[in-house]
């Protein structure tokens, strides 16, 4: 079953991106934060009822076997996008993503 925490790390990553700009810091030097899970689909938390979370949870799950899963994934195929392959799992990933998925989008230019 998913959980929240991975939202609240990615929260904590993006304020910290944040704060090592405005202080001119190198954020992470370690690339620790290439391990982070992506949050769910915008579909999953929508969910209006048990049975919709489940069927979306199910094909969450079925996509995410050949999508991208962690940041270094979103970072990597961001970096690669000429690439169709690569090309495509950032179109599918787009396509679902909620908010938070939005500004996780813009961590590539960052790091």
């Not at 996509?63 to 690569?86: C, H, K, W, Y």
């Amino acid at each position: 079953m998913l959980t929240t925490y991975p939202r609240g790390a990615l929260i904590w990553f993006l304020i910290g991106l944040v704060i090592c700009i405005k202080t001119g810091k190198i954020c992470d030097p370690s690339q620790s934060y290439r391990g982070l899970i992506l949050p769910c689909s915008r579909s999953l938390w929508e969910a209006s009822s048990e049975q919709a979370w489940l069927q979306q949870y199910e094909s969450t799950r079925l996509q995410r076997a050949n999508g991208l899963v962690t940041l270094g994934d979103l970072i990597d195929a961001q970096n690669n996008s000429f690439m169709p392959f690569e090309a495509r799992r950032l179109d599918e990933w787009n396509a679902g993503a909620d908010g938070l998925g939005m500004l996780l989008n813009m961590v590539g230019t960052m790091v």
